[in-house]
C-alpha cells in the first residue's frame, strides 16, 4: 500500500476521463447537461443511455436509465457520489457557466475560493453534485513556510465573478 502523501504510484499526467451517472429521466437529464451546462449530446444507445461531451470528445459524461428508470436519490447521511468536478479552461468560461445556470433560476448550492482554486457547487435533477471550477496556475497556489500546500475554504464573491 502506496501511504506516502507525496508521491503518487500513477503517472502525473493521469487523469480521470469521465463520469457515467444513472439517472430517472434520460431526456430530462439530457436537457440539463446540454441545455443549461452546455454539453453536446455525441450520441444516443437507444432511448436508455445518452453520451455528451464539450470539444468533439467521445464523451465526458455518459447517463443512462438501465437501472435507475423513474429511481430517487440515494437518502442523505449514505455513501455514494458527493460530487463530480468539470474543470473549465478560464475563469470567464466559469462566469459564462454561472450566468447560465442564473439565467435558468437553478440553485447554487455554495461558492468557494480554495487558494488553488475557484468553484461552484449545484445538483443535478437528479440531486448528484456537481462542482464547476476553475484552477490557478501551479505557481500561485497558497503554501506554508515549509513549502506545503494549504487549501482553504473562503467564500466566493460571485458577483464578482460576473462582473
Do not use: C
Not at 437529464?29 to 451546462?37: I, P
Not at 455554495?110 to 435533477?125: K, L, M, N, Q, T
Request: charged share 20%; no cysteine.
Amino acid at each position: 500500500m502506496n501511504t506516502d502523501t507525496k508521491h503518487s504510484l500513477l503517472h502525473p499526467a493521469t487523469r480521470i476521463g469521465h463520469v457515467h451517472l444513472k439517472v430517472s429521466d434520460l431526456e430530462r437529464s439530457v436537457k440539463f447537461y446540454t441545455d443549461l451546462l452546455g454539453f453536446a449530446l455525441t450520441t444516443r444507445m437507444g432511448r436508455h443511455a445518452a453520451f455528451l461531451s464539450a470539444g468533439g470528445y467521445h464523451h465526458h459524461l455518459g447517463l443512462n436509465t438501465w437501472e435507475s428508470e423513474g429511481g430517487s436519490p440515494p437518502p442523505s447521511r449514505s455513501t455514494g457520489l458527493y460530487h463530480f468536478a468539470i474543470l473549465l479552461p478560464s475563469r470567464k468560461e466559469l462566469a459564462a457557466a454561472l450566468r447560465r445556470l442564473l439565467d435558468h433560476q437553478w440553485p447554487i448550492d455554495g461558492a468557494a475560493d480554495h487558494g488553488v482554486s475557484e468553484a461552484i457547487y449545484f445538483r443535478d435533477p437528479d440531486g448528484n453534485g456537481i462542482e464547476l471550477y476553475i484552477d490557478r496556475p501551479q505557481e500561485q497556489w497558497p503554501k506554508d513556510s515549509h513549502g506545503e500546500l494549504v487549501m482553504y475554504t473562503h467564500p466566493l464573491d460571485l458577483d464578482e465573478l460576473l462582473g
